[in-house]
């Protein structure tokens, strides 16, 4: 299937070429090392931190959290191999899955704080997960040997004695496996669901993706990496001690990867080097440790925020291919089924939204039938956006009932309202610039994917994404924006990504389609495109709530305009009967 | 036995509010937060090592201070500015910060050795007993510091300044429009800051001795400061004074190396079940 070749090579050729070169060099040590069982034993080392190093890109990289306890994570790993075969006499192979497992848990503790506290503390979190952690480690002796350590049983797996040959290829295999399942899961919806939160998280959110589980994820996912690394650690070494895993261990973790740089599998394998060849060139100069890795530190944060990989020539040359596909058997619009429904899709009753003694919204009572326009004016402060706001879930009314087709909203989160057919654009553009223009529609179509990353990751869920795929080109077709599908959204002018947030929103399957100012900024043809394209959406059977300061659109688009002022609805009715009112003129005109 | 426990702990956890009020200072100011203010906690310590020997105990205090002034302009303007002014490195000050410390640790160990420096009080050595309690004269002498700064840096946030300061943290563009000077403001509460690590190192080093072991008081502290309340300076105290407490508890009842482990775990439930801190919003004294 052509396709699916084209499909998967959306890394950058030097993430699939580069590191394939250097681990195949790195097995073909015993060859070209004069030294082979201290190269063996670098190679290996480099092969568990690359592992773990995988996992912390996820949480770091895509996820765009901050961890500075990972070091914790691959010390659960290590412990629980440790003593599992220790004290419990488990097989290696038995105790290594656990581990992964045990750490993916220790993952979403370290993540909980994401529930509720900003990203600010959620850092401070995994600081605070990762030292308690090191004081376990040291101080619980009777399970973890503290400071003395433990010593592991050697391994016998099918009468073959392991030896730091064997572990070698063992890391590596697995280093490869690793990379493998990372790059499925990164080019995955899942993976762009990654990047779409971290670049604006509340239009991901508005895209029916649930944020914090997300991240949340992420931690888990970096866990289980780090968990596997952490097992090996504990098998190959044969020696597990605290000091291992202690903060210097996380910080550590952190210079790697951003030393060799984020999101990219070179970027990894070049950091996990560096961190264990730094200490081997300066072994003459101890104390000037941790002056050299704080500089280092400070150098990638702010001189080099892309990494070694960064200064690499090409790295952002690579195009992302996907070709169109050859049918167009996909609506770009899909006809919602309530179209001959004659009761409210949406349905206020006594709305108020109030900040300490400040009424944004007053009593707002409005019904709105599916496929029709409700236009939306009143200047500015009038409370036009906290209505949206209030509609996706971004605020909650302090006081009234909203009923969406029938159901009451109340306490719904954002991506649950965005499921259930709400979808949006936004008054202050939010695209998702470090994804490209066909990228963000596949976002939008984020529930037509396979989602379930054990799936992703074993490679059964490439069949939705072609109808997905297909779809998300029928709607750049629909707003002209199909020659620029490769190009980052970020370089589209700012009409074109007014209409990407348009086409991004139908790709939602709204039944309610919330338009906050789609005109401002626009002019000539494009607001000509604007108003026919308003009218296709709304043949669909897709009612509108239009937001617009442009009265030539409001007028001839709408089927019922309501006006505000201060919060409140001061009139309401056809076209006609709203811009002649008299309360109407007053609030724009004064009296 | 309790009764020496919950005082002494207490005693313990005013020097946690102390360096907590740093991190208020320069949170108010612009969100950020020095990672690894320990370093300058141990500064202050190993200088008070150095210098009161010779010069009396007093004579360190200006030293430290300017030190850690210093040290505080070149966080500002190393850590923290540069990931103000770039969007798209919103967070990078923490990796800084934390970045910074480790060097700064790792250059003290180099000039001043890594051996555990001993100070003497400049007080009696003898406890005042009130009953069963005993107090040092030197506890004494920290927490009436404490309570002093704690003093002064109320009426501080009531003044003009106090007022600029809380504008900057609600907008800083809107207030570099209404003429505050927004980055100078910041550098302020860096050096402010970075003083007051400087004057916990001096305060506690008579009793605790100068060294590595210091540097733990700064995420001691940090712990302090999100329990209690970033916007609270009496949540500080008194979430301090709950972390000292829960401390002494802990090196009663379990193995030594255990001492910090309570703060760490209830700095993290608070993150995780009450974000804005267990004295937020009973304070009307915000920040």
Redesign the interface.
Known sequence: MTFKTKLTTWLPEIDIAFPGLLIILAALFPFWSSTPAYTGQIILLGAIYAIALLGLDLIVGYAGALSIGHAALFGVGAYTTGVLTLQAGFPGWLALPISAILAGCAGWLMSLPLLKANDKYVALGTLVFGLSASIIFNEWNSITGGSIGLTLPPQRWAGLQLSTYHYTYLALILLVLSIKIINTLTQSSLGRAFEAMRDAPIAAECMGIHVNRHKQGSFVMGGLFAGLAGGLFALSQGYIASSSFSFEMSVNFLLALMLGGKKSRLGILLGAAVVIFLPLMLSSIMEWHPIIYGGLILLATYVLPGGIVSLLPHKYTSKKTYIAPVSHDQKAIHLTSHTTIDTSILALDNVSMRFDAFYALKNVTLHIKPGTIAGIIGPNGAGKSTLINILTGIYTQTDGDISFCDQSTHSWATSKLAQAGIARTFQNLQIFCGLSVLENILVGLHHCHENNPLKIATGLHTKKDFTAYERAWSLLHLVNLHEYAHTLASALSYGQKRFLEIARALACNPKLLLLDEPAAGMRGADLEQLKVLIQSIRRHGIAVLLIEHHIDIITTLSDHIFAFNFGELIAHGSPEHVITHHAVKEAYLGS | MIGQIIVSGILTGLLYALIAFGFQLTYATS??AN?GQGSLVMLGGLLTAIIAPKFGYIAALPVIMIACAVLGVMINY??IR?SLRNTE?A??W???T??????L???Q??IFGKNELSIATPFSEDPLSFGNINILPHEGFIALLVLTITFLLDRFYHSRWGKAFEAVSYDRYAAQLQGIPAEKIILGSYIASSILAGIAGWAVSPITGAGITLEMLG?KS??AA?VGSLSSTRGALLAGALIGVLENLAAFLL?S??R??PA??L??LV?????TGLFGKATINKV
């Open positions: 969100k950020t990672f190393l850590c540069p490195s967070n990078s923490i990796v800084a934390i970045a910074f410390g480790i060097i640790i790792g250059a160990e180099m995420i940090f712990c999100v193995p190396g255990f910090a482990l760490l775990i700095c993290a993150i995780t079940f009450r974000p």
